[in-house]
């Protein structure tokens, strides 16, 4: 019994193992974890270029469109409210601006996704044989982005306004921010989910499909049904939540450092 039983425990681990890593099974240790992470130079390059743009961005944004539609936003909505949909509408506007960077995010879930499709290929040539279709998406990408950034900057300004009455949102606390940032991320993720789900199955066809965005949406509605606009958002919450949590509150608290010191 004792032979069989170990018998069996090492036929479980080398079934997991298989499993786990697939055609890295063989490879050492080092390699076989560093399989657990495809794509993760563009990733890092993406959220770090992205973080920077966004977070870097929308207070010259903000501070921009305050000046020229300050007073017809606290006429229209009041005081408050104005203000913070100006932060909001800022954020949305950085947002967009996004998809510049979308090559990166491409190659990031064709690497993770499809990576046969990048085997064998250097940056430098998937850039000049594949071009514009690195873009792919783009118009769906913008449209995520748009009312996912608006949630985020709006759900932080909003919990920062009518929730701790902060009239300067610089001076907010490492937890006030921290508590705007879980309003603004979990509004932002949810809001962005359907979009999302379209945005990830355009970048995620060949580099050669035709199928466009509207035949995806189509075929999906047709044979998921309209909750397939929302797969995968209870774990997105979950893995992405704390991520775009952490890093929104320390780009607040510092930005409102800076604020203080050179104000």
């Known amino acids: ?55 870097g961005g929308q207070p010259i944004v903000r501070d921009a469109m305050t000046k020229s539609f300050g007073d017809s936003f606290a006429n229209t909505f009041g005081e408050k409210k104005g203000k913070a949909l100006l932060y909001a509408f800022a954020g949305s506007l950085m947002g967009i601006g996004e998809i510049v960077l979308l090559p990166l995010d491409v190659l990031k879930i064709k690497a993770q996704t499809n990576p046969e499709s990048l085997k064998g290929r250097g940056v430098m040539e998937i850039f000049r044989t594949e071009g514009m279709g690195l873009y792919r998406g783009a118009g769906w990408t913008a449209g995520r982005n748009a009312p996912g950034s608006f949630a985020l900057f709006g759900g932080s300004s909003f919990t920062k306004e009518f929730v701790f009455g902060l009239e300067n949102y610089g001076d907010a606390t490492f937890l006030q921010d921290a508590l705007a940032s879980v309003a603004g991320a979990t509004a932002s993720i949810t809001v962005a989910a359907p979009l999302d789900v379209i945005k990830t199955r355009v970048q995620n066809r060949p580099f050669d499909s035709p199928e466009s965005g509207v035949t995806i949406l189509r075929n999906l509605v047709r044979n998921e049904g309209m909750g397939a606009f929302f797969k995968g958002l209870t774990p997105k919450l979950l893995v992405v939540g704390p991520k775009l949590i952490f890093s929104f509150t320390v780009a607040q608290q510092m930005m409102g450092f800076f604020e203080r010191r050179i104000g």
Do not use: E, H, M
């Not at 240790?29 to 993406?46: H, K, M, T």
């Open 1 to 55: 019994n004792v032979s069989v039983s170990g018998q069996s425990l090492t036929a479980t681990a080398a079934n997991l193992n298989q499993i786990i890593f697939k055609d890295k099974a063989g490879q050492p240790i080092i390699r076989r974890y560093a399989s657990l992470f495809p794509g993760l130079g563009y990733g890092a390059g993406y959220k770090i270029l992205q973080r920077v743009y966004k977070f």
